[in-house]
């Protein structure tokens, strides 16, 4: 299995607050992504990076920050989460290239 | 835009039985395809890739060959298992200048249920 380590597994906070979702590799691919995984909707990408703080927006990051400070780690913030943020979120790592993806376990984050 | 597009299920079979789950895709130029396989409560698993019209992918007894001229990917195997009763993507990767930072575009998922 791909080095990747997400934290925290499941988290449930309130309307309002900020969430910070963290993504730790110990491969050392360049390429980090964040998707967002919905019933009827599949994966959505929602930010990802092609190095140490260079990052773009992907499809759906619309109340999504993201960073990336070191190789290793990929920080998803959400400055004040809402209900429709409740989703499960996956951390993915690339080599680049036509080289896939590899997964992390994801994060339940329930927002009430 | 891209777009990947795969039945969503349930799909329910009984043991050994074939198994086909379509997908068909949308993208310009020559995309990467992909399955991934998600067993509950686990993230995504890299199942098979192509990268070029015509490639077969296969692993685990599962193969899809990439058709540029019907734009489809599907996934088959010949006698299913009670162990592969998971959920199902298909995805596709459009190369751009950044040499492989794209993101996946991914179908919505088909849900396989294998009944002994």
């Known amino acids: 299995d791909a080095g990747i380590t997400q934290s925290p597994r499941h988290k449930v906070t309130e309307t309002g607050t900020p969430v910070t979702l963290r993504c730790h590799q110990t491969e050392n691919h360049r390429y980090m992504y964040w998707y967002r995984q919905d019933p009827g909707h599949g994966l959505r990408l929602i930010h990802y990076?092609?190095?140490?703080?260079?990052?773009d927006k992907g499809e759906v990051s619309d109340g999504y920050s993201v960073s990336r400070s070191k190789t290793e780690d990929f920080l998803l913030t959400l400055e004040s989460a809402t209900s429709s943020q409740t989703s499960v979120y996956f951390c993915?790592?690339?080599?680049?290239?036509?080289?896939?993806?590899?997964f992390g376990d994801g994060t339940r984050l329930s927002i009430l | 835009g891209n777009s990947v597009t795969q039945m969503e299920g349930p799909v329910t079979l009984s043991e050994e039985a074939f198994l086909t789950i379509n997908c068909t895709y949308t993208a310009t130029g020559y995309p990467s395809l992909f399955w991934y396989v998600q067993y509950p409560g686990e993230g995504l698993q890299l199942l098979l890739k192509?990268?070029?019209?015509?490639d077969k992918g296969s692993n685990k007894g599962f193969e899809a060959t990439y058709r540029k001229e019907t734009t489809s990917f599907h996934l088959e195997k010949g006698s299913v298992q009670v162990s592969d009763s998971a959920v199902y993507f298909c995805?596709?990767?459009?190369?751009?200048?950044?040499?492989?930072?794209?993101?996946?575009?991914f179908g919505k998922g088909t849900h396989l249920i294998i009944q002994p």
């Open positions: 990076s092609y190095g140490v703080k260079d990052t």
């Open positions: 192509a990268t070029k019209a015509d």
């Open positions: 993915a790592i690339s080599e680049g290239g036509y080289q896939p993806q590899h």
């Open positions: 995805a596709l990767r459009n190369p751009s200048s950044r040499g492989g930072a794209d993101g996946l575009t």
